[in-house]
């Protein structure tokens, strides 16, 4: 026996941290998109109990499985068990470069285990553990809830889907063009003071100004501009935005990474080594065997 489930990517244009001393209250409130690369989580049993053996892209891989060996702690505080598992992802996207691989790989897992184990755990509450261990370790904190439903999603209030709120964007399904020039660690953002103060102070305001003008364009616009007045954007990764803005509906960087995103009607740009996508309106679900 053995299950897989696709978790989408979720790049973020414009947030702001909203702290709690519970974590799953913790979270932010911003845009972002769903698009259909993303992570696949293949389970199956192991027959040494107790083992959990995590492979990322088919190596072993200590320092991006922290993720993954976290979710699994939580669900085990809330449901001990003894039976061992390989745990493989397949990541079909940069990781730390603003695709919310983290929370893709946290929700695989709980998902996966979840229905391996048969534990009598709804939706919101598999997503949940899944929130908590990405708040915990600083890897991110809108990312998951935006994975869970899929397209251009307006996060309305912070934390996981038993608290969160959400809307969206009525859009049709465009292309998503991203090309990244490396890695941020996201906690060292989220969790700097300073940074915290800058991103909140660009951010304010703007959940207003989406919600008076919900459309993919607005989204874009406001994206750039939260970019560029956080100071977040280097200059290189500036250069490649500012060319997609010329060639599709708008352009910004994707939070947290080094990474240009657009949005277009077609798949073209003069860009090379691009990653090419679409928005993903399904989320997180199953794949058949």
Same mark, same amino acid.
């Given at each position: 026996?053995?299950?897989?489930?696709?978790?989408?990517? %979720?790049?973020?244009?414009?947030? &702001?941290?909203?702290?709690?001393?519970?974590?799953?209250?913790?979270?932010?409130?911003?845009?972002?998109?769903v698009?259909?690369?993303?992570?696949?989580?293949?389970?199956?049993?192991?027959?040494?109990? %107790?083992?959990?053996?995590?492979?990322?892209?088919g190596?072993?891989?200590?320092?991006?499985?922290?993720?993954?060996?976290?979710t699994? #702690?939580?669900?085990?505080?809330?449901?001990?068990?003894? !039976?061992g598992?390989k745990?493989?992802?397949?990541? #079909?996207?940069?990781?730390?470069?603003?695709?919310?691989?983290?929370?893709?790989?946290?929700?695989?897992?709980?998902?996966?285990?979840?229905?391996?184990?048969?534990?009598?755990?709804?939706?919101?509450?598999?997503?949940?553990?899944? %929130?908590q261990? #990405?708040?915990?370790?600083?890897?991110? =904190?809108?990312?998951?809830?935006? !994975?869970?439903?899929g @397209?251009?999603? *307006?996060? =309305?209030?912070?934390?996981?889907?038993?608290?969160?709120?959400?809307?969206?964007?009525?859009?049709?399904?465009f292309?998503?063009?991203?090309?990244?020039?490396?890695?941020?660690?996201?906690?060292?953002?989220?969790?700097?003071?300073?940074?915290? &103060? /800058?991103?909140?102070?660009?951010? !304010?305001?703007? =959940?207003?100004?989406?919600?008076?003008?919900?459309?993919? &364009?607005?989204?874009?616009?406001?994206?750039?501009k939260f970019?560029?007045?956080?100071?977040?954007?280097r +200059?290189d990764?500036? !250069? /490649?935005?500012?060319i997609?803005?010329?060639?599709?509906?708008?352009?910004?960087? +994707?939070?947290?990474?080094?990474?240009?995103?657009?949005?277009?009607?077609?798949?073209?740009?003069?860009? #090379?080594?691009?990653?090419?996508?679409? *928005?993903?309106?399904? @989320?997180?679900?199953? =794949?058949?065997?």
């Amino acid at each position: 026996m053995e299950c897989s489930i696709f978790t989408p990517s %979720h790049i973020t244009g414009f947030f &702001q941290i909203m702290d709690n001393p519970n974590p799953l209250k913790k979270g932010s409130r911003g845009v972002g998109v769903v698009i259909d690369k993303g992570v696949i989580t293949t389970i199956k049993p192991s027959k040494i109990d %107790h083992k959990i053996d995590i492979k990322i892209n088919g190596q072993n891989d200590s320092f991006n499985d922290s993720i993954t060996r976290k979710t699994i #702690e939580l669900l085990k505080n809330k449901f001990s068990f003894e !039976e061992g598992f390989k745990i493989d992802h397949n990541i #079909e996207v940069p990781i730390g470069c603003g695709f919310g691989t983290s929370a893709s790989c946290a929700m695989g897992t709980i998902m996966g285990l979840v229905h391996m184990l048969n534990i009598p755990f709804s939706y919101n509450q598999v997503a949940s553990v899944a %929130h908590q261990a #990405e708040v915990e370790l600083g890897t991110g =904190l809108g990312d998951l809830i935006a !994975e869970t439903t899929g @397209g251009i999603v *307006i996060r =309305l209030k912070e934390g996981s889907p038993e608290y969160g709120k959400l809307d969206k964007i009525v859009s049709e399904p465009f292309y998503v063009i991203a090309k990244t020039l490396g890695d941020i660690d996201t906690s060292s953002i989220i969790q700097n003071p300073q940074h915290q &103060q /800058m991103i909140n102070k660009t951010g !304010e305001g703007m =959940l207003k100004q989406i919600l008076e003008e919900p459309t993919p &364009q607005k989204f874009m616009k406001l994206s750039y501009k939260f970019a560029k007045n956080t100071s977040l954007m280097r +200059a290189d990764v500036k !250069e /490649m935005v500012d060319i997609l803005n010329k060639e599709t509906l708008g352009a910004s960087m +994707a939070m947290l990474g080094n990474t240009a995103f657009a949005l277009s009607k077609t798949p073209e740009t003069s860009l #090379e080594d691009t990653i090419i996508s679409k *928005i993903d309106f399904c @989320g997180n679900r199953f =794949l058949k065997k």
